[in-house]
């Protein structure tokens, strides 16, 4: 449909260049001297608020609206996981030093209220491993429970990162649907004029346009967020891993003595 449109309109213009050439012989000459004082002056320079807020006009007040809510609703929930995330590391070599020496100063409480207060995931995987470990619980116990705990944890990272992802399969839909929208109102514009000039199709092409950058620029910028949040989910599970591995030879030293 796009192709075809391109093409009438490609054609239709070379009719209507070789029409104003025509018309336009006698009066060159006369119109020579306006041109070029208006060319003297330069076009003048738009902010640039206000040049987004033309093209959003432009591109259709209810499709841009939707695109731009996108952006706002995905932005606030990438900012919640960062957040989140940010307060969830913990340096683990260092608890584990501080585990290591409370256990041997005063044992498994000692310990406890160590992980207690602690903030972060590793922090509360180790407290569960502890207060199973006060009840008497086996090693393999502790161990499954280590590991089963860790899972909840990962998830609770990995929270709304479902939603981030709907909103950038959503954003680029709309703008195409957008670009269907135009596509229709350029036809029935030439519907109504009976004439296939391009002034007649440039309105709903530049909606069209308009619309589907929108969206892929919302999807490009949620797309960047929801990637640096998977690396830091990442980076936060294996670590989670490697300081659960370490606590496990910690209470294995602890139980030999």
Request: glycine residues 8%; hydrophobic residues 50%.
């Amino acid at each position: 449909m796009f192709l075809a449109v391109m093409g009438v309109m490609a054609f239709s213009a070379q009719n209507a260049v070789a029409q104003d050439e025509q018309a336009a012989e006698p009066t060159a000459v006369e119109a020579a001297a306006p041109v070029a004082d208006e060319t003297m002056d330069g076009p003048e320079e738009v902010p640039m608020h206000q040049a987004l807020k033309t093209k959003f006009i432009e591109g259709g007040a209810g499709f841009m609206a939707l695109v731009i809510a996108c952006l706002i609703l995905g932005l606030a929930l990438c900012i919640e996981r960062i957040l989140y995330l940010s307060f969830s590391k913990t340096n683990s070599k260092k608890l584990l030093a501080k585990i290591e020496a409370a256990l041997q100063e005063g044992g498994v409480e000692a310990a406890t209220d160590v992980c207690r207060n602690t903030r972060g995931p590793i922090a509360s995987i180790f407290t569960q491993a502890f207060l199973r470990l006060a009840d008497g619980q086996s090693l393999d116990e502790i161990e499954k429970s280590v590991v089963s705990y860790g899972g909840v944890e990962a998830s609770k990272m990995e929270q709304n990162l479902s939603w981030i992802s709907l909103f950038i399969a959503i954003a680029p839909s709309l703008g195409f649907l957008g670009t269907v929208i135009g596509m229709i109102q350029a036809f029935d514009a030439i519907m109504v004029a009976g004439d296939m000039s391009p002034a007649v199709v440039a309105g709903g092409m530049k909606v069209a346009l308009i619309t589907t950058v929108g969206g892929l620029i919302v999807a490009v910028i949620l797309q960047i967020f929801f990637n640096y949040i998977l690396s830091q989910v990442e980076s936060l599970t294996i670590d989670m891993e490697d300081a659960s591995i370490s606590l496990m030879d910690i209470l294995v030293k602890y139980q030999g003595k």
